[in-house]
């Protein structure tokens, strides 16, 4: 993350004089929202409704609050009670005009590093697209046999109705609570601007230690094992005792790093690269073992297949996952579907 980037996200948890000298454009910011919204609600833009429940696990904060974990345990949670799932993203920092079904052996560059660890790490159909209603239809066009749709992120994409919307925060919270630029709210909170697709139901997430609002904790750890390129495993407790460096190109590198120390490992290097960094050039400079995230793994194995992955374990509650598969039974009766 360049100097420039990190003083705006710190100037985003304080109503400081950077945050404040941009204050006057979160109203450019505001304006366009509310132009948005009633584009749709005038009929100036249609909203597409699928014949399948939509999940979006989104969230109103700029930069990672854990999205993408709580996606895969939902999808292999509703997988393992036997419904048919599919997933959705944008696809970050490619070329996501046309819409792409991700493949095993798709490259990062060609549909985005997340979307390619949802495809290796559920193994269910993953397409990707910047019009997320076009990504959905030709999922259900090649997968007709699709229960639920999960959209990773895109709370405020309005072209596509969703019946069931996960709202992540973590520790930030809303920081100082002002829309972009000042702060960082992608929409106003609470969410008052008026919606053309207002969710069924709306649930509240929080992946950090410090509750938000009426929200329901993500447990999240580091596996206990950590996988290579090459199919190999080892437990995490086996690098203890030896100096490793670690690599994160995620929206906060730090957590990651903390939680290796956390396991009693020892940092010779670190590097934080920006979220999405590409990587298909770098190497390692360093002789240490590399342990890296799940995400940086899919761009690092092809070129650096001896780079170890650590998995990061999500878990949601129980009360809460009962809930939601309440929900989706009773939209896909509503649907005329047969449920799992």
């Known amino acids: 993350m360049s100097n420039t980037a990190h003083l705006l996200r710190q100037s985003w948890q304080t109503k400081g004089w950077l945050a404040c000298l941009l204050w006057p ?9 509310l132009l948005n919204a009633q584009a749709y609600r005038w009929g100036w833009r249609r909203t597409i409704h699928l014949p ?6 989104g969230n109103v904060t700029v930069g990672g609050t854990g999205k993408t974990p709580i996606v895969m ?12 799932v599919g997933v959705i993203a944008r696809g970050h920092g490619v070329d996501n005009r046309q819409v792409k079904e991700v493949r ?18 559920c193994k269910l159909p993953v397409f990707v697209g910047r019009q997320r209603a076009l990504a959905a239809q030709a999922l259900l066009k090649a997968y007709p046999g699709t229960q639920l749709i999960i959209s990773d992120d895109g709370l405020q994409h309005r072209a596509l109705h969703h019946d069931i919307a996960l709202c992540v925060f973590d520790d930030r919270g809303l920081g100082n609570g002002w829309l972009l ?28 230690q410090v509750p938000f609002e009426d929200s329901y904790q993500a447990a999240r750890q580091l596996a206990a094992q950590a996988v290579n390129g090459k199919g190999q495993t080892r437990t995490l407790e ?28 020892t940092l010779a290097a670190t590097h934080a690269l920006p979220d999405h960094a590409p990587l298909q050039h770098w190497t390692p400079s360093r002789p240490e073992e590399l342990l890296c995230t799940e995400k940086d793994a ?3 194995w092809p070129h650096v297949p001896q780079a170890w992955a650590v998995p990061l374990d999500c878990q949601l509650p129980e009360a809460l996952l009962a809930q939601l598969l309440h929900d989706v039974q009773g939209l896909s009766s509503r ?6």
């Open 73 to 84: 345990h939902l999808a292999k949670h509703f997988q393992s009670l036997g419904w048919q």
């Open 25 to 33: 454009l979160t109203l450019v910011s505001r304006c366009w929202l």
């Open 335 to 340: 649907y005329g579907q047969k449920t799992a």
């Open 181 to 208: 630029p000042a702060g960082p709210l992608r929409e106003p909170w609470p969410r008052r601007v008026v919606r053309a697709s207002s969710p069924a139901k709306s649930y509240l997430v929080h992946t950090g």
């Open 104 to 121: 095993r052996n798709s490259s990062a560059t060609e549909v985005g590093d997340e979307a390619l660890l949802m495809k290796h790490h």
């Open 298 to 300: 899919v761009k690092l």
């Open 238 to 265: 086996s690098f203890q005792g030896q100096a490793v460096q670690a690599l994160a190109a995620i929206a906060q590198p730090a957590l990651f790093f903390q939680a290796l120390q956390a396991q009693g490992l």
């Open 52 to 57: 399948v429940p939509v999940l979006v696990v």
